[in-house]
C-alpha cells in the first residue's frame, strides 16, 4: 500500500503532504498518526530520539496527556525530491492552565510508497497569556479559511 502523494513531490504534492500531517496531528489519534510512518521511522524530537510505530505512539500519548488543547499549525518551508522541511507553530495549555506558543522546524525523508521515516523535530516553547492565543478554532481540523502562519505574523 501507498500513502500519496509520493515523491518526488512537486509544490502541490508537498503541500498536499503538510496539510494532511496538519489534519491528522490536529485529530490526536496517537496510533492513526504512526500508520503514516514506516514500520521503523526515526525520530527526532527536542532531546528525545526514538524508533519504530509503537515508540510513535508511545510518544504521542504521552505528548497530549501533558499538552491539553493543542491546536497545530503548518507550512511548507521546502521540498526536493523525497524530503520536506516545514516550520510550525502549536498552541497548549498545561496543568497548571498556563499557555505555550511552541515554534518549531521539522525535516522529513519520505519512503517511495510515500510513508516517513525519518522526522527531525526542533522545538523552542514561549508561555503566553490566553488574550495571546490565536488558534482558538474547535478542537480538531483547522478550518479551511483559517490564517495559516505567515497571514498571522508567525
Do not use: C
Not at 63 to 72: I, N, S, T
Not at 128 to 153: C, D, K, M, Y
Amino acid at each position: 500500500m501507498s500513502r500519496p502523494p509520493l515523491p518526488p513531490f512537486d509544490h502541490d504534492a508537498a503541500l498536499l503532504k503538510v496539510r494532511k500531517a496538519e489534519d491528522a496531528w490536529n485529530g490526536r489519534d496517537p496510533a492513526a498518526i504512526a500508520q503514516a510512518y514506516t514500520p521503523d521511522s526515526r525520530w527526532r524530537n527536542r532531546s528525545e530520539i526514538f524508533a519504530g510505530r509503537a515508540a510513535i505512539v508511545a510518544f504521542l500519548t504521552r505528548k497530549w496527556a501533558k499538552e491539553h488543547e493543542y491546536r497545530l499549525i503548518k507550512e511548507l518551508w521546502a521540498y526536493a525530491s523525497d524530503r520536506i522541511a516545514v516550520r510550525f507553530v502549536y498552541e497548549w495549555r498545561d496543568d497548571a492552565g498556563v499557555w505555550w506558543r511552541a515554534h518549531g522546524n521539522e525535516n522529513w525523508l519520505f519512503d517511495a510508497a510515500g510513508y516517513m521515516a525519518e522526522r527531525h523535530a526542533s522545538i523552542n516553547d514561549i508561555a503566553i497569556s490566553e488574550a495571546q492565543r490565536q488558534f482558538r478554532w474547535p478542537q480538531g481540523v483547522r478550518p479551511e479559511n483559517h490564517p495559516g502562519l505567515t497571514e498571522l505574523g508567525l
